[in-house]
Nanobody, 128 residues
């Protein structure tokens, strides 16, 4: 069992930065891949980025590539999403999730339905 709690959201001006944290409880966190998702009002949830259990493999959607960086510190049971050069269209509720995909499945193919555990979300608002 893994429980996830996001933090670090807030209001920021366009071009600014935020760092989201995803703190996990449960001894199995280090064996889980972590995904970051977001959902804007009136829109479907979309994947943003993901990182495998060791941190050696990462994946980013094109919309955030080059601006967002996903990382993790398994010694602290925490994953992070560093968001730079934020745009108003990044405004959304951000969620982290944990999954244990088969080793042969690349991160880009691990979708929302593959994630077993979800946090409650943290709100990010980017003003223009």
């Amino acid at each position: 069992q893994v429980q996830l709690v996001e933090s670090g959201g807030g209001l920021v001006q366009a071009g600014g930065s935020l760092r989201l944290s995803c703190a996990a409880t449960g001894r199995a966190f280090s064996s889980h891949a972590v995904g970051w998702f977001r959902q804007a009002p009136g829109k479907e949830r979309e994947r943003v980025a993901a990182i495998n259990w060791s941190g050696e493999d990462t994946y980013y959607e094109d919309s955030v590539k080059g601006r967002f960086t996903v990382s993790r510190d398994n010694s602290k049971n925490t994953a992070y999403l560093q968001m730079n050069s934020l745009k108003p269209e990044d405004t959304a509720d951000y969620y982290c999730a944990a999954a244990t995909p088969p080793p042969h499945i690349p991160l880009r193919r691990v979708g929302a339905t593959d994630y077993d555990y979800w946090g409650q979300g943290t709100q990010v608002t980017v003003s223009s």
